[in-house]
């Protein structure tokens, strides 16, 4: 799965291994070949007034979704590519929490991107098994490690 990111900050984003993580989400959550998804990283006045727009909260979150499949199976576009959506992250939002967290500010870049990219591939919290079933593929994806190369 390609990844895209869009920095509209000024802040440096730490490395994320996207690349790794992308294949991972491929292989785990059996993605489509030619797939692809966009991150977007903004300031907290972007991510406030893309909040306030879309869900009616005025204020910054630290990430939002925005899927382009409702479900399985995905549909590839007139290039034969898989497009999952956007996920917006806000960067000095989840700065704050990983300082919060005692966390690494790339470890918590990380879990917001799988967050998102979890709603935009039918992952959804709403309710208790979903929730579940969401927090343990984030897990996997987060702790994978590609077996050594032979």
């Known amino acids: 799965m390609r990844v ?3 920095n509209t900050t000024r802040v440096r984003i ?3 291994s ?3 993580l992308g294949v991972t989400a491929k ?3 059996r993605l489509p070949g030619g797939s692809e998804i966009t991150l977007v990283f ?5 991510m406030r007034a893309l909040n306030r727009r879309v869900r009616g909260h005025d204020r910054s979150t630290d990430v939002l ?7 399985r199976p995905f549909a590839a576009d007139a290039d034969g590519i898989v497009r999952f959506g956007d996920v917006i992250v806000s960067l000095p939002t989840a700065r704050r929490q990983a300082r919060k967290r005692h966390a690494l500010f790339r470890d918590e870049l990380r879990e917001l991107v799988v967050h998102g990219l979890l709603h935009c591939v039918g992952f959804s919290h709403d309710r208790p098994r ?4 969401m927090r343990r593929m984030a897990e996997a994806l987060l702790t994978f490690r ?3 190369a032979s």
């Open 42 to 46: 903004v300031s907290d006045a972007a």
């Open 18 to 20: 996207l690349r790794t």
């Open 27 to 29: 292989r785990l959550l």
């Open 4 to 6: 895209i990111v869009e």
């Open 146 to 148: 590609a077996p050594p």
């Open 14 to 16: 730490p490395p994320l």
């Open 65 to 71: 979704s925005f899927p382009l499949h409702v479900r």
């Open 130 to 133: 979903g929730s579940s079933r």
